[in-house]
């Protein structure tokens, strides 16, 4: 019998690398323009990769009772998925992209050499899947930490990319020490045009993730989709009605077992009955691999068995077990003295949601850590809770909330923050400046500073000075002007506290009280004036 | 440019500058045709200036052939320029492109900024305004600064934009400005942001820093933007209402006198300025205006 591999399915899977590394580039490209390019407000959609993500969506919808009307995009995925299958992952999703590209850098280095049948069990994505759905019907957004989208932004924001700038910073420092001045400083400006942050406190953890994602390739190929994936375990769902079903030709099949042993996501292409429609991503890798072109992906309109949409026996009891444990969760997120009191130092980004809804809707994408153009936006770690985890806070000692900016509100793919345009930002205070007299340059070392008021973007001034006596230690007395805060005007932007003299502790810092956004981390009520008018 | 060259030209240039530091200014104000200020009135801030310069024997004067050219405006804040706290954007333009005329072979327009620099470059107007006119305008960071002695008074050392270290001439273009400080922050002041390091901590001691600054900053030409003026809630202001018309640009050689001029603007009388007081003793120019030969204009 004639021996021919199909170059049908050779040419298909080379479009389908093609349109992976298309994606995966436009996911940079939007990725990359989520920062200050010279206009205030940016024109290209960059969070429109997350618009459609049905798991995304509808967590959001669920979990924060808000609908966000952009979400209908991921309709068409859903739409797509019905008719073609698992497309999506195989096709489009850019961090399938990274799973596959390093998968077939471990096979050709052959640290990764896949068995000639896997038993490894599918099932594990779709208890994530159950518990990140269960826990959304109780308001617990769950669904960013593994959504494939916002792990790889996330992972790009707050540590690919600042991985990146802390290497490209090396390279131009190379480049000055041997004498290439101008190379060192086309880096210097390129670092600061693409506005590169280089500093995240969660940036050691969350980078450490991705690379274990990645690492875990070595050991099974597509790791993370296979087994991890809820957004590709809801698609799965999804694919048993597609019309494009596998078929091997029996005539023409000489049972060597390829396609099955290197089946990306172990969708076990042979025996033909054991296909399984909910893992199949449409790779074509099988149809490639085979040497006598025996498979084939014809229409066919007939529902594939449920059993075999992912081989997964997802028993009745499993399935209530695993929804009994994702509502189970639920308390023990909440048990954080967070939900009972504002914390000091979570200061949430301008337009952010109050403090329940935006947990509820916050996808720890970290889409707005990307764009905050001074790096103050930073991951948090403990401030928020558990479920808070990751979620955006400003830290001023590291950048501090640039006044005519609102580049955080407009990148957000769920509307957590709210987006504003710059004159509605600036009348939203995120938080208040307090000085600490006991380490403020004029109160204690009688020496002129103002730093702060120089700095303080509000006219007029949040920061007012005063005339103060200090006592220094010979017994002198010196009058210095020294800072008092208008609370009244301060918006808590913390450019006094990153600007601060006093480095390691600032002597004037923001702490969240008198939030816009919070109805009980308030400090200033509205009384009635000395002119028996309403105060401001 | 090789790295030997670099270096040569580094160590050359911070040796004038180091050990000869009167020799530059002296350079510069030796053939003193013209008057020592003009100060043009005018609609225009791009005319004025040019006015101002013409008033002063033209840019031919400060500017040789081949020469490599610093302009360092005030870029400090993220402020559009109705808002008075960066130097007027057509002041700079018009200064790049004399220096081109005038014969430079290189100009760089140059400030190390507080607000986020890409953003008080761009909003500021004088990114787009000087590329126009054909300078180059470079970020600053940490490796554009160079640690040089500036053998102060108060500052012995401090990281310089090695950018102004390696430049043939500098003009200094402030803008005029209300500073909670030392008053008035204009050209003196300026130098603030030809530094790097932990510059607010120079506030301790701020106007012997400027003295010493001043004293080690020689530029050929100051020309002071008093388009608009920034009266109150400086140095960086934030509504219109704080800024004030006066329309007027003020160029000449002694950097002293340019700021004594300036203040005049404010209705402060320069001998209020201790910075100008220090500045006078140390021999670095005269805030006595009325011993000065100046140059009014109005177009």
Redesign the interface.
């Known amino acids: 019998m004639k021996r021919e591999k199909s170059r049908k399915y050779r040419v298909l899977q080379v479009l389908r690398a093609g349109s992976q590394a298309a994606f995966f580039g436009l996911f940079l490209y939007l990725f990359i323009g989520a920062h200050y390019t010279g206009q205030d407000y940016i024109s290209s959609t960059v969070q429109r990769f997350f618009h459609f993500d049905p798991l995304l969506a509808l967590v959001t919808l669920v979990s924060a009772r808000l609908v966000y009307a952009l979400f209908v995009y991921a309709l068409i995925t859903v739409v797509a998925t019905l008719v073609l299958g698992r497309v999506f992952c195989g096709w489009v999703c850019p961090l399938g992209a990274v799973h596959q590209f390093s998968s077939f850098a471990f096979k050709k280095t052959k640290f990764l050499r896949p068995p000639r049948e896997e038993k490894a069990s599918l099932a594990w994505k779709y208890y994530i899947l159950i518990i990140v759905l269960a826990g959304a019907v109780i308001g617990l957004d769950l669904a960013g930490y593994l959504d494939p989208f916002s792990f790889l932004t996330r992972s790009f924001a707050v540590s690919i990319f600042p991985g990146l700038a802390y290497a490209l910073s090396g390279l131009k420092a190379g480049f000055y020490a041997v004498g290439l001045i101008s190379a060192g400083r086309s880096i210097s400006q390129l670092l600061e045009n693409w506005t590169l942050n280089e500093t995240f406190i969660q940036g050691f953890a969350v980078g450490f993730f991705f690379l274990g994602a990645v690492a875990l390739n070595a050991w099974k190929e597509r790791f993370w989709c296979r087994y991890l994936c809820p957004t590709g375990a809801f698609l799965g769902l999804l694919s048993r009605w597609n019309v494009l079903k596998l078929r091997i030709d029996d005539e023409k099949c000489i049972k060597c077992g390829l396609c099955t042993q290197h089946c990306e996501t172990q969708a076990n292409p042979y025996p033909n009955e054991k296909w399984r429609s909910g893992e199949c991503i449409y790779c074509e890798t099988c149809a490639a691999i085979c040497p006598t072109a025996a498979i084939g992906f014809p229409l066919s309109g007939a529902p594939e068995k449920l059993t075999n949409v992912s081989d997964v026996n997802l028993s009745r009891r499993k399935v209530l077990l695993t929804t009994f444990l994702g509502l189970a969760a639920v308390p023990f997120f909440r048990l954080t003295p967070s939900e009972k009191r504002a914390t000091l130092k979570l200061i949430r980004p301008p337009g952010a949601l109050p403090e329940p809804k935006f947990l509820a809707k916050c996808v720890k994408c970290g889409q707005c850590m990307r764009a905050c153009p001074t790096n103050g936006l930073q991951p948090a770690l403990t401030e928020a809770g558990p479920e808070g985890i990751w979620t955006p806070m400003l830290v001023p000692k590291i950048g501090y909330c640039e006044y005519y900016c609102s580049l955080c509100t407009q990148v957000c793919p769920t509307g957590a923050i709210q987006k504003q345009t710059i004159e509605e930002k600036n009348k939203l205070k995120i938080g208040s400046a307090w000085v600490n007299k006991s380490r403020c340059i004029p109160y204690v070392l009688g020496k002129p500073c103002i730093v702060c008021e120089e700095h303080c973007p509000v006219s007029p001034k949040a920061i007012k000075l005063v005339e103060v006596e200090t006592q220094l230690p010979d017994g002198k007395v010196v009058v210095q002007k020294a800072p008092v805060i208008d609370l009244e005007l301060c918006t808590g932007c913390g450019i006094c506290e990153n600007k601060c003299p006093v480095v390691d502790d600032p002597a004037v810092y923001v702490t969240s009280v008198g939030e816009t956004r919070s109805e009980k981390n308030r400090l200033l009520l509205q009384v009635i004036g000395e002119a028996g008018q309403p105060g401001k | 440019?090789?790295?030997?060259d670099?270096l040569r030209d580094l160590a050359v240039g911070g040796a004038v500058l180091n050990w000869a530091p009167r020799a530059l200014a002296g350079q510069a104000a030796a053939p003193s045709k013209g008057p020592d200020l003009a100060a043009v009135e005018g609609e225009s801030p791009y005319l004025i200036t040019k006015e101002a310069v013409a008033a002063l024997g033209g840019m031919k004067r400060f500017v040789g052939k081949g020469d490599r050219i610093i302009i360092k405006p005030n870029i400090g804040w993220?402020?559009t320029p109705e808002m008075a706290a960066c130097t007027n954007p057509d002041v700079v333009k018009a200064l790049v492109e004399l220096a081109h005329e005038a014969g430079a072979k290189k100009v760089t327009v140059i400030d190390n900024t507080?607000?986020?620099?890409?953003?008080c470059y761009?909003?500021s107007g004088i990114l787009d305004a000087a590329k126009a006119a054909g300078a180059d305008m470079?970020?600053v960071?940490e490796?554009?600064v160079k640690k040089t002695a500036l053998k102060g008074e108060w500052l012995k050392e401090w990281d310089i934009l090695i950018d102004v270290l390696e430049a043939d001439k500098i003009i200094n273009v402030p803008i005029a400005k209300h500073?909670?400080?030392c008053r008035l922050t204009m050209g003196m002041k300026n130098w603030l942001g030809a530094l790097g390091g932990?510059r607010?901590?120079l506030?301790?001691?701020?106007d012997r820093a400027m003295v010493d600054l001043a004293a080690f900053f020689k530029p050929s030409l100051t020309v002071l933007d008093a388009y608009r003026i920034l009266v109150?809630?400086?140095?960086?202001?934030?509504?219109v209402s704080?800024t004030k018309l006066v329309k007027t640009v003020v160029a000449g050689t002694d950097p002293v006198a340019v700021d004594a001029m300036g203040a005049t603007f404010f209705d402060i009388r320069p001998q209020e300025l201790l910075y100008l007081k220090l500045a006078q003793e140390r021999g670095l120019g005269t805030y006595e205006l009325e011993k000065l030969r100046i140059e009014k204009r109005k177009i």
């Open positions: 440019m090789n790295r030997r670099f993220d402020r507080t607000n986020q620099a890409k953003r761009v909003r470079p970020y960071d490796t554009r500073h909670s400080l932990a607010n901590q506030h301790q001691n701020l109150r809630n400086g140095p960086q202001g934030g509504r704080d």
